[in-house]
Nanobody, 127 residues
Framework: QVELVESGGELVQGGGSLRLSCTASGRTFSGSTMGWFRQAAGKEREFVAVITWTDTYGTTNTYYADSVKGRFTISRDNAKNTVYLRMNSLKPEDTAVYYC????????????????WGQGTQVTVSS
């Protein structure tokens, strides 16, 4: 059974930083695109960032929503079956439940769908 478990969400002051982690179990995702999404209260879930599989040269590609470009960084550690989201210069509008996803399909850097989802971790940014 595949499971994605997020951690790292907490209350932080505006301008602060957090690192979210998502560890997968049940199968390896080294050959899979993984990503982060978020859902603020009363809003639809939105794309944050994705990272593609690691190719034979050790290269991955990353894509970000415009709202987080330059502030957030997605990375992965295939040995740990884990994907990370480093969030800097946090703003109150970044407050949301952050979800990890795996086995995502992409079109031009935009995720179309993901087969596996975590339960989410709450990030709250105070002003």
């Amino acid at each position: 059974q595949v499971e994605l478990v997020e951690s790292g969400g907490e209350l932080v002051q505006g301008g602060g930083s957090l690192r979210l982690s998502c560890t997968a179990s049940g199968r390896t995702f080294s050959g899979s695109t993984m990503g982060w999404f978020r859902q603020a209260a009363g809003k639809e879930r939105e794309f944050v960032a994705v990272i593609t599989w690691t190719d034979t040269y050790g290269t991955t590609n990353t894509y970000y929503a415009d709202s987080v470009k330059g502030r957030f960084t997605i990375s992965r550690d295939n040995a740990k079956n884990t994907v990370y989201l480093r969030m800097n210069s946090l703003k109150p509008e970044d407050t949301a439940v952050y979800y990890c996803a795996a086995a995502c399909s992409l079109l031009g850097g935009n995720p179309l769908s993901c087969n596996y989802w975590g339960q989410g971790t709450q990030v709250t940014v105070s002003s």
